[in-house]
């Protein structure tokens, strides 16, 4: 039996039925900003892996480092033992974000599960009972329970789940656009502290750009804003730049557009370069000292799999190849980019907006029921995206080839183009 009919008739794939609702693409192999199919089609990854491969794939670099760990060690407990990977590591997010106290996770959806957990214990441990967090609509925070429930509420999966989910607070998203004014969410943002403070724990936000929930670009003041009142009503910020992160939107963390530094910071996604499956959950001192010195003591969490020594291997060499990569310049040459030629998709019937920012490219269309069509086309055409709904976007490796960068957009906007409808 070939594998792909093992894989149609056994195998769950992301937010689909069983056999698959849409055409599963073989892949055999990966190299640099390319896919390989069984049939050796060479497809320009246009998606690098949902925020992932920031170096593109099989970098030589990170292969080395993991083929050296695998022969050192490839995973021990970390309950009781510690070991020198997670130890590098953390002192590489610690100097880079400027918070204290880092948890190495497997996802993230679970580092986002962590950070709600740190919050509720924080303020536990400061003798307040709070256990409601204030989130945007239209945010994604993953997939797990803890974080599903802080995702926007009219999508599907407060729907579909129903009262699984826990009830909390949400205000209206920041205005459309990086240099949106933000005067009528800050008022609803303001509305919603002065009613609920007493019993919102902590503030979820991903800064910048809400990613899965609408790649919704916005204003910096927005950031501020929440910066200022969560210290005035001491509820914390919790950033989530699982996707953000590592450079995505120009700055090596969003937070930094806006100058603030939340208390409790989720990353994952890029931290280890798309190779292995982790993410972290690090906060400042003070949230971490709150909850160690108080009664509770502890932060009560612990995966099995928690800083495994692959993982932090290659998230290690990840992160030192883009400090020492002039991977700044790489991802504003590959915003101009961006900007150069969606300017081509603007004015075309179907299209209702076009926003980039770093080394994200958005096309909303005015409909949702032409992703299949475009996706088919880009893929016969040598391109691999996955629209979701009327948003068809790209996220490419930092190191893509101006050429291949110039040829996903083009393609994207070609596949629109071909549309009858
Ligand atoms: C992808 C994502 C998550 C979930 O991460 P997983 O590794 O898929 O669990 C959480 N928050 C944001 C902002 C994301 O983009």
């Not at 937010?15 to 073989?26: E, F, G, I, M, V």
């Not at 192999?29 to 170096?55: N, P, Q, V, Y």
């Not at 510690?82 to 880092?102: F, I, M, P, R, W």
């Not at 962590?114 to 214990?121: C, E, F, S, Y």
Request: charged share 25%.
């Amino acid at each position: 039996m070939n594998w792909l009919d093992i894989d149609k008739k056994h195998v769950w794939h992301p937010y689909n039925s069983l056999p698959s609702k849409t055409k599963l693409l073989a892949v055999k192999r990966t190299d640099k900003t390319f896919i390989f199919l069984e049939d050796e089609t060479k497809l320009i990854d246009g998606m690098s892996s949902w925020w992932s491969a920031i170096h593109g794939y099989n970098h030589p670099k990170l292969n080395e480092a993991l083929k050296k760990q695998v022969d050192i060690m490839p995973h021990v407990m970390f309950g009781g033992l510690a070991h020198e990977g997670a130890a590098k590591l953390s002192k590489l997010l610690v100097d880079l974000t400027g918070l204290n106290s880092v948890f190495l996770c497997d996802s993230g959806s679970v580092s986002v599960e962590v950070a709600l957990k740190t919050a509720i214990l924080y303020q536990k441990a400061k003798g307040k009972e709070k256990y409601k967090f204030l989130a945007l609509n239209n945010a994604y925070h993953g997939d797990t329970l803890g974080a599903m429930s802080v995702c926007d509420q009219k999508n599907s999966m407060h729907s579909i789940y129903g009262s699984y989910l826990p009830q909390h607070i949400f205000t209206q998203e920041p205005e459309f656009g990086f240099d949106s004014d933000c005067t009528s969410s800050i008022k609803h943002l303001e509305e919603k502290f002065k009613k609920h403070h007493e019993e919102i724990a902590g503030f979820i936000l991903e800064p910048v750009v809400q990613g899965a929930g609408g790649m919704r670009i916005y204003n910096t003041s927005y950031l501020q804003k929440a910066r200022e009142l969560c210290s005035k009503y001491d509820i914390l910020l919790i950033a989530d730049e699982i996707a953000t992160g590592f450079g995505h939107t120009g700055k090596m963390f969003a937070c930094e557009h806006a100058n603030i530094k939340p208390d409790i910071l989720t990353l994952g996604k890029g931290l280890t370069g798309g190779y292995m499956t982790m993410a972290a959950m690090i906060s400042s001192k003070e949230v971490s000292d709150t909850i160690s010195n108080s009664k509770i003591g502890v932060l009560m969490h612990g995966p099995t799999f928690m800083a495994n020594p692959l993982a932090c291997s290659v998230a290690i060499a990840s992160i030192e190849l883009l400090i020492e990569s002039s991977w700044e310049k790489r991802v504003q040459n590959i915003e101009k980019i961006f900007s150069d030629e969606l300017e081509n998709a603007k004015g075309i019937e179907l299209v209702k907006d076009v926003r980039n920012i770093g080394a994200i490219g958005v096309i909303e269309l005015k409909d949702d029921s032409y992703a299949q069509e475009i996706q088919d086309y880009c893929v016969k055409n040598g391109v691999w995206i996955r629209p979701f709904g009327k948003l068809i976007y790209s996220i490419v490796a930092y190191t893509i080839e101006e050429e291949d960068l110039r040829k996903i957009v083009r393609t994207m906007i070609k596949a629109i183009k071909a549309i009858k409808s």
